[in-house]
């Protein structure tokens, strides 16, 4: 079973950045996708960003498509989120979770950290 720990959320005004941590254990990092999630208050967690095995590949969902990149070290079990031009709608929960497999088409399994809280004044 993997643990996911995420950081690096906190309070920033819009047009800010941020960027934020996820680290994993538990199950061998570099074999497996990782996508990001958000999730307002009373509303589902929707998809953020995701990245393959190897780093090659990721998919962005069109709201922060050009804002945000998603990167990963595996030698640190870590993928990161930086968030440039941050809006108020951003703000939110930041989740990330583990692929089923390598690549971006395997789906995520339903395991998730204690999230990040990402909030954004106007």
Same mark, same amino acid.
């Given at each position: 079973?993997?643990?996911?720990?995420?950081?690096? *959320?906190?309070?920033? $005004?819009?047009? /800010?950045?941020? !960027?934020?941590?996820?680290? %994993?254990?538990?199950?061998?990092? =570099? #074999?497996?996708?990782? *996508?990001?999630?958000? $999730?307002?208050? /009373?509303?589902? !967690?929707?998809?953020?960003? %995701?990245?393959?095995?190897?780093? =090659? #590949?990721?998919?962005?969902?069109?709201?922060?498509?050009?804002?945000?990149?998603?990167?990963?070290?595996?030698?640190?079990?870590?993928?990161?989120?930086?968030?440039?031009?941050?809006?108020?709608?951003?703000?939110?929960?930041?989740?990330?979770?583990?692929?089923?497999?390598?690549?971006?088409?395997?789906?995520?399994?339903?395991?998730?950290?204690?999230?990040?809280?990402?909030?954004?004044?106007?």
């Amino acid at each position: 079973q993997v643990q996911l720990v995420e950081s690096g *959320g906190g309070l920033v $005004q819009t047009g /800010g950045s941020l !960027r934020l941590s996820c680290t %994993a254990s538990g199950r061998s990092f =570099g #074999s497996y996708a990782m *996508g990001w999630f958000r $999730q307002a208050p /009373g509303k589902e !967690r929707e998809f953020v960003a %995701a990245i393959n095995w190897a780093g =090659g #590949s990721t998919n962005y969902a069109d709201s922060v498509k050009g804002r945000f990149t998603i990167s990963r070290d595996n030698v640190k079990s870590t993928v990161y989120l930086q968030m440039n031009k941050l809006t108020p709608e951003d703000t939110d929960v930041y989740y990330c979770a583990p692929g089923r497999g390598g690549t971006l088409a395997a789906g995520y399994l339903d395991v998730w950290g204690q999230g990040t809280l990402v909030t954004v004044s106007s």
